[in-house]
C-alpha cells in the first residue's frame, strides 16, 4: 500500500472496476492490511497484519472469504495469539501455524478439530509449505521439517541468505529441498534454494530481486513472480524454475518521465503488456500461469503471450485525514468453480465470477468483499 504525501479527494483510478463499484474510507471501515490469500481446501482464506504497538511486533489475524454473505469472516475455531501462516494438502487436509511471540505449534483440523502436530517450535513470524504430508516451517534462518502424520520433527537446518529479512514472502518445499522468496522492498531481496539431503548451512542464492510469490505444477516446474514499486521506477520479472536451473521468462523495468510517460529502461523475453511490476502469481487448472498487473489487470500466459483475462487497472486511490492511499493488490487465487479472488491491501478482497468463460468487470457483477 501506498502512502502519498499529499491528499486526494475521494476517488477511485478510472478503470471497469471503478464507477463507484470499489467503496473505500471514508464510506467504509477502515480494512485490516491483507498480506496474502490463499486456498485453504474448500474455502478461500486471507491473512491479515495486527501491529502490536506495544511489543512492536505484528501479529497476524485469519479470515475466511465467505462470497454468498458478503463478508470475511473472522477464524475463531483454534484460539491463537497469531496465525502466522496456513497451508493444505490432501494428505493432511487444513494446517495453521498457531503463535504467541516466542514459540508456535502448527495444528492440523482432524475430525472436527484443531490438533497439535508438531513440537513447540522457537521463533515468531512463521511461514509454512505443504508437500503430502511433510511441512517446512521457516523462522527467522532456521528451517524445520516436519512429519504431519508421525508429528515428529525430522530434521532442522540454520542457514544463511544475503538479504535482510524476517520472514520469506513465499516457500515452496519440493522433494529435498526448499526454495525460498524474501522481498524487503527497496532494501532487495531474493531467490533461494535450500538442500535438505544432506542439510545444508547456506543458502544457494538464484537471484537477486523482490520475490512477491511462487507456485509449483504438477510435473514439479516452480514459477516465480518478482515485482517492485518504488518511488518513480517499475519492474517485473516472471521466472521458471526446474530444479536449480532458473529460465527468465519475461523481465521489464522502466522510470516514469514527465507527465504519464514512461522509460523502458530493460525487457526481456514475452512481453508485458507495458512498464509494471507483479503483485500476485496462481497457476490455473491447466497449470498456466495467472499473474496480477497493478497496472494493466490479471493476464494468463498462454500460447508464449500474455492474455488478459480481466483488463482493468488494480490500483484503487482514496484519501484518509492528511494523507492519501493507494491500495494494490496482494496475491490473487482461483476459485473451485474458476472465479478469480484478488486481496487488496486495504480495500478486502475482490471477486471476479467466470460467466460463459470469461470475466464480467462491469461495476455491478465485482464483489468486494469486506471484514
Not at 109 to 119: A, C, K, T
Not at 303 to 329: D, Q
Amino acid at each position: 500500500m501506498k502512502i502519498i504525501a499529499w491528499v486526494l479527494p475521494f476517488a477511485v483510478l478510472g478503470s471497469a472496476v471503478a464507477c463507484g463499484a470499489i467503496l473505500t474510507p471514508p464510506g467504509i471501515p477502515e480494512q485490516p492490511l491483507i498480506r496474502g490469500i490463499y486456498n485453504w481446501g474448500e474455502v478461500v482464506a486471507v491473512v491479515a497484519d495486527n501491529y502490536d504497538s506495544a511489543n512492536h511486533t505484528v501479529r497476524y489475524s485469519l479470515g475466511v472469504v465467505d462470497d454468498r454473505a458478503g463478508r470475511i469472516i473472522p477464524f475463531r475455531e483454534l484460539q491463537c495469539g497469531s496465525y502466522d501462516d496456513i497451508g493444505y494438502s490432501e494428505e493432511l487436509g487444513k494446517v495453521l501455524v498457531c503463535g504467541d511471540g516466542r514459540v508456535s505449534r502448527i495444528y492440523r483440523l482432524l475430525g472436527g478439530s484443531w490438533e497439535p502436530i508438531s513440537d513447540a517450535l522457537p521463533g515468531r513470524d512463521f511461514r509454512i509449505a505443504v508437500d503430502h504430508e511433510r511441512i517446512a516451517a521457516v523462522a527467522d534462518d532456521t528451517l524445520f521439517l516436519i512429519s504431519g502424520l508421525s508429528r515428529r520433527t525430522l530434521l532442522s537446518v540454520h542457514f544463511k541468505v544475503e538479504t535482510s529479512h524476517h520472514a520469506p514472502s513465499a516457500l515452496i518445499l519440493q522433494g529435498h529441498a526448499v526454495v525460498l522468496g524474501y522481498d524487503s522492498g527497496e532494501f532487495g531481496g531474493g531467490l533461494y534454494r535450500v538442500e535438505l539431503d544432506p542439510p545444508s548451512g547456506s543458502a544457494t542464492l538464484l537471484t537477486s530481486g523482490n520475490i512477491r510469490s511462487m507456485d509449483a505444477t504438477l510435473s514439479g516446474e516452480i514459477w516465480v513472480a518478482d515485482g517492485l514499486a518504488h518511488m518513480t521506477m517499475e519492474r517485473a520479472a516472471l521466472y521458471r524454475l526446474n530444479g536449480d536451473r532458473l529460465e527468465t521468462v519475461a523481465s521489464i523495468s522502466g522510470s516514469m518521465m514527465s507527465g504519464d510517460e514512461w522509460k523502458v529502461r530493460e525487457k526481456s523475453g514475452i512481453p508485458f503488456p507495458g512498464v509494471t511490476d507483479i503483485s500476485g502469481l496462481t497457476l490455473d487448472r491447466s497449470d498456466r500461469p495467472v499473474v496480477a498487473f497493478p497496472e494493466f489487470g490479471v493476464f494468463e500466459l498462454v500460447g508464449g503471450k500474455f492474455v488478459g483475462l480481466i483488463e482493468t487497472p488494480m490500483e484503487f486511490s482514496y484519501s484518509m485525514p492528511g494523507y492519501g492511499v493507494t491500495s494494490r493488490p496482494e496475491g490473487l487465487v482461483i476459485g473451485k468453480f474458476g472465479d478469480i479472488y484478488i486481496a487488496t491491501r486495504s480495500l478486502g478482497v475482490l471477486i471476479f465470477h467466470k460467466s460463459d468463460g470469461r470475466y464480467d468487470t462491469n461495476s455491478e457483477a465485482v464483489r468486494q468483499v469486506l471484514f
